[in-house]
């Protein structure tokens, strides 16, 4: 039974027992940046629900801090008020820091050298997975690169033993012995856990959530979110607590099942016209009563200019309602692409409304470079905050969802209003920014359309979106040599990196929404993947359940391409487990029930063929007492010796086992 515990001068620690080991967390304490000129102060004498002074005489900031435990871990949240009679500004708020040696396992300290945590990245398309105390995490060096697929304000260190996991974290402190430190409301803070174990010395733990410099008027109280301090068996069942809580507490919007569907952007891109959709549209028609699809995708490529989302390019003769009745006809939901809160500069959205514009110094912020729009224009982005930008973007989301007739919209680029910027609305942190844009999609788009977020920072949108990317886009590569330097082998566009993502989030499908792994294409032309390639990435698709979408010309599609798509499909049903998460930075094991029948995936990620032996006892005991197991994609059998499986495999492939 987890138990709060006071110390006589250093603050309360947090005691748990997991699997018959005592593990002591803390003690806590909490901090605060604030001023005109960032100020640290902090405090380690907070006690539960009492209040104490961060600062000195001269900077004071009254503050209270809740530390609740219950059967599971320990709630902690601070709070301050502004006492001044001016505006304070607000950079961050600690409600946790933990100093000094702050886990120890029976009374000792526990050795960072056996610990493996969880790194959650910023935002769908940043780099997800575990490290140890030895790895080095690294943002790409180019401003342009970070800024689309990394936090913008909190920098990766690049320095061994110095880890920050956006949103919520798992430490496996040993096998059997795990911590989750995690927020559980996100809607107006950003916030990340970072561990600092350099050297293998325990030297802290602190909780940010960052105010982005808002202003809080006088006399005036702010409360950080939440933060829950939980304990488990293991590093994944932890973050599935987390998440559980975090999906409770936001009211998330998990379907019934995940939607499938097809998607115009990986044959066609930008190049798409209304034929080639209405050509699919009868592909999709006839594959129907083999794949179960719901939805016909147009991705990018419709609009007349990023920004201007009611005005449609002339590849599309009829109008995008026309082509939205065609869809609906034929019995599927019209789905369509749109990045609500970007604008090109020449967008009339642009021109006409420059105090829309999101601002840094009075300049616009530029959130990305993209050549498929513009060889010489950066985009702009939206001030959300703007209250005219809100109601722009409700009456948008209600063309076209009620006059067009599109239930499911794809919001791309979202990461484009969280940049540090100075807003309309000098109180309202980035998180403000992002949750007020999509809610205003929401209550144009109604409560029957289906939102997928793409490219957005992940706490915000848990209760407004239905589905999420949550990870970088597949490619017809494996992965390139920019993805593996430049990019860090962990960010940027690559299937390897896809897969790994898919991976390392499956714990949030079914708990804060429908996970979208991006598309699976299985084409032969223009595609590099090699069929072990297509055929892994298939299999994480299918079994991890999350939502299912097609992005061929499915009528060039031949009949061993078409099985390809149909094995996968069937793969899905059962919330996946990753039985390696921790002990791998690709995992390579995933663990699902399609129909109900328990189904492991035997993969090599490698560089080179290899063979594994699994113990079927640790990974997936349900089928640890089988004869043999029957793999779905070649039809061939392996027999199991005590639990044992013995597989061959080839570089980048894998096996997806069942029993014979």
């Known amino acids: 039974m987890p138990e709060l515990r006071e110390t006589n001068d250093t603050g309360p620690v947090l005691e748990l027992e997991i699997a018959g080991r005592r593990v002591t967390v803390g003690p806590f304490g909490a901090g605060a940046v604030y001023g005109p000129t960032p100020l640290v102060h902090r405090a380690y004498d907070l006690s539960p629900a009492s209040t104490r002074t961060l600062g000195d005489e001269r900077h004071p900031l009254p503050a209270t801090v809740e ?27 600690h409600p946790l820091e933990a100093r000094g040696p702050f886990v120890t396992l029976d009374g000792e300290e526990a050795d960072p050298a056996e610990w493996a945590m969880f790194r959650n990245g910023y935002q769908s398309w940043s780099g997800t997975g575990t490290l140890r105390v030895g790895d080095v995490d690294r943002d790409p060096p180019l401003h342009i690169l970070r800024v689309s697929s990394c936090s913008p304000v909190h920098t990766a260190r690049g320095t061994p033993g110095i880890v920050r996991s956006e949103l919520l974290t798992a430490i496996e402190i040993r096998p059997g012995v795990a911590l989750g430190f995690g927020f559980v409301t996100s809607a107006r803070q950003l916030n990340g856990i970072e561990v600092d174990v350099r050297g293998g010395v325990q030297r802290s733990l602190v909780a940010t959530c960052d105010m982005d410099g808002i202003e809080l008027p006088p006399g005036e109280t702010i409360q950080t979110e939440v933060l829950r301090v939980v304990a488990g068996a293991s590093g994944e069942a932890v973050l599935a607590t987390l998440a559980d809580e975090l999906g409770t507490r936001m009211h998330a919007r998990v379907p019934s099942r995940p939607p499938a569907g097809w998607c115009s ?4 891109y930008t190049k798409v016209t209304q034929a080639a959709v209405e050509e699919n549209l009868e592909s999709c028609a006839s594959l129907r009563d083999r794949v179960p699809l719901d939805y016909v995708m147009i991705d990018d490529g419709h609009q007349a200019h990023i920004g201007d989302w009611l005005d449609t390019n002339a590849k599309f003769p009829d109008g995008m309602a026309a082509l939205a009745g065609k869809i609906s006809a034929a019995g ?11 604008a090109d500069p020449v967008s009339a959205t642009a021109r006409e409304h420059p105090e829309w514009l999101l601002r840094h110094d009075g300049r616009p912020v530029v959130p990305l470079w993209n050549p498929a729009w513009s060889k010489t224009r950066p985009m702009w982005a939206l001030d959300t905050t703007h209250p005219d930008v809100a109601e722009w973007l409700e009456e948008v989301a209600r063309t ?37 844009g999509l809610d205003a999609i929401r209550a144009g788009a109604g409560e029957d359309a289906f939102l997928l977020g793409c490219g957005c920072p992940l706490g915000p949108a848990v209760g407004v979106v239905d589905g999420m990317r949550i990870g970088q886009d597949v490619t017809p590569w494996w ?10 082998d962990r960010h940027g566009l690559a299937t390897k990196h896809a897969i790994r993502n898919t991976l390392a989030r499956a714990f949030m499908h079914g708990r804060l929404w429908s996970n979208d792994p991006d598309c699976l294409f299985v084409k032969e032309r223009r595609n590099r993947l090699t069929l072990d390639e297509v055929r892994a990435l298939a299999s994480v698709i299918g079994l991890s359940d999350g939502m299912f979408v097609l992005s061929d010309r499915l009528r060039d599609l031949g009949a061993e391409r078409e099985e390809i798509v149909l094995t996968a499909a069937r793969l899905g049903g059962g919330l996946g487990s990753v039985p390696d998460l921790f002990r791998r930075d690709m995992p390579e094991t995933l663990v699902g029930s399609p129909g109900g029948a328990d189904t492991v995936m035997v993969a090599n990620f490698e560089d080179s063929p290899r063979t594994r032996e699994v113990d079927l006892s640790t990974v997936c005991p349900a089928l640890g007492d089988a004869a043999s197991l029957v793999d779905v994609w070649s039809g061939q059998h392996h027999s199991v010796a005590r639990g044992v499986v013995v597989v061959d495999l080839p570089r980048h492939g894998c096996v997806v086992l069942r029993r014979a």
């Open 67 to 93: 530390v609740d435990s219950d059967g599971q871990g320990a709630t902690v949240r601070l709070a301050v008020t502004n006492t001044r009679t001016e505006p304070l500004r607000l950079w961050a708020l």
């Open 265 to 268: 952007w990986y044959h066609y």
């Open 332 to 342: 599927f939901d019209a789905g369509i692409w749109l990045a609500p809160f970007l």
């Open 400 to 436: 076209i969802r009620y006059d067009w007739g599109y239930r499911v919209l794809k919001l791309d680029f979202l990461y484009a209003v969280t940049l540090p910027a100075d807003r309309h609305d000098a109180t309202a942190t980035r998180a403000d920014a992002l949750r007020r």
């Open 479 to 488: 992965s390139l040599p920019v993805t593996r330097t430049v990019m860090q």
